[in-house]
């Protein structure tokens, strides 16, 4: 090999090699931006240390209720930050209205990717094109 072509191959590894650091970074970054986003959610671990009581690395019953209750509690902090548009810390009928209708789109939107043909419709296919 000519010494031209050696010190270009040298070079463009050179240059390649000062590069790899920057396209690592930017990928971990589009990594990062595109990663689904992840609940604000208790480990299990964190879930046991709060609610076992008893320290038997399992919730009993009552354990359990206390669980139940605290996600209830903040389920409902949601509900009320997400619809309260008037900000007075209750839904009115207007704003209750606008949350079942919201479950509703919601429960819709799972229920078209279950059984059922994906349009939520219960029919079977060959019903579908008969008259009522």
């Known amino acids: 090999?000519?010494?031209?072509?050696?010190r270009f191959t040298?070079?463009?590894?050179?240059?390649?090699?000062?590069?790899?650091p920057a396209a690592l970074r930017a990928d971990g970054e589009d990594a990062k931006k595109s990663a689904p986003p992840t609940r604000n959610r208790p480990t299990r671990e964190e879930t046991l240390k709060k609610y076992d009581k008893d320290g038997?690395?399992?919730?009993?019953?009552?354990?359990?209720?206390?669980?139940?209750?605290?996600?209830?509690?903040?389920?409902?902090?949601?509900?009320?930050?997400?619809?309260?548009?008037?900000?007075?810390?209750?839904?009115s009928d207007e704003e209750r209205k606008a949350m079942q209708n919201a479950m509703k789109d919601r429960t819709k939107g799972k229920s078209a990717k279950g059984k059922g043909g994906?349009?939520?419709?219960?029919?079977?296919?060959?019903?579908?094109?008969k008259p009522n």
């Open 56 to 91: 038997d690395g399992k919730l009993n019953a009552e354990e359990r209720k206390g669980l139940i209750e605290d996600q209830r509690k903040l389920r409902e902090a949601e509900m009320l930050k997400r619809f309260d548009k008037n900000g007075d810390g209750k839904l």
């Open 118 to 129: 994906g349009d939520g419709d219960d029919k079977k296919p060959d019903e579908k094109s």
């Open 10 to 20: 040298l070079s463009a590894a050179l240059v390649s090699l000062s590069l790899l």
């Open 1 to 6: 090999m000519s010494t031209w072509i050696r």
